[in-house]
């Protein structure tokens, strides 16, 4: 069975606005690296339950891994994370809308959450030209998690992984060995930074 690991909370997590749902249900995933001595940055969790974690896989508090903003300006380049979960929650039969848990801490902590922030485009790693197949979903917003780059990668031990409001479309794509896709910022704002702590198999 996977492992929730209640670590202590960060300085600046400590004091994050957060409800009693985002306090439960908003964690960040590490999976155990091929050495087996530690983990890295894997992806936010599920917890709806349809994706599945093994032993591989340890689950800690946001707060544990929050370490304040950043700001970025219009033209950062960033990309999605190579095996983080991309795929949708269900949709909520009641509201006909899928649930977010992560927007709301995005705008109650000060970052930006009104737009997707990208300039609705994709552009293709290798050449650097706009992927013209791809369009900006806006009214799907999620806290999508990403670095900064032209070409979709993990994420080693001791990085760091940005959080930022995207449209579901953005969030997932390009974030695979053969999907090579980069976005732009298409607005000045402000995305949460999240601690990649370098976390020792414990005894």
């Not at 997590?13 to 749902?21: F, H, P, R, S, W």
């Not at 990309?79 to 009641?94: E, L, R, T």
Request: aromatic letters at 10%.
């Amino acid at each position: 069975m996977n492992k929730h690991i209640f670590l202590e909370p960060t300085l600046l997590g400590a004091k994050l606005n957060l409800t009693y749902e985002q306090e439960h249900m908003c964690k960040v995933v590490y999976k155990k690296d091929s050495e087996g001595d530690g983990h890295f940055f894997d992806s936010l969790w599920d917890a709806s339950g349809e994706t599945q974690y093994n032993d591989d896989y340890i689950i800690v508090p946001f707060r544990s891994t929050y370490s304040g903003k950043f700001d970025f300006d219009v033209g950062w380049q960033f990309v999605n994370i190579i095996g983080s979960a991309g795929d949708p929650k269900p949709v909520d039969p009641k509201t006909g809308k899928r649930p977010n848990i992560w927007i709301p801490i995005l705008r109650d902590n000060g970052c930006t959450v009104n737009c997707c922030v990208t300039d609705g485009k994709f552009y293709l790693t290798d050449t650097n030209a706009h992927d013209g197949i791809h369009v900006c979903n806006t009214p799907s917003l999620v806290g999508g998690h990403v670095i900064t780059g032209e070409r979709p990668q993990r994420v080693a031990l001791g990085g760091s992984v940005n959080l930022v409001s995207i449209c579901q479309q953005h969030n997932v794509t390009g974030n695979s060995e053969t999907n090579q896709h980069y976005m732009r910022a298409g607005v000045k704002g402000i995305g949460a930074l999240l601690a990649n702590y370098m976390l020792l198999e414990r005894e």
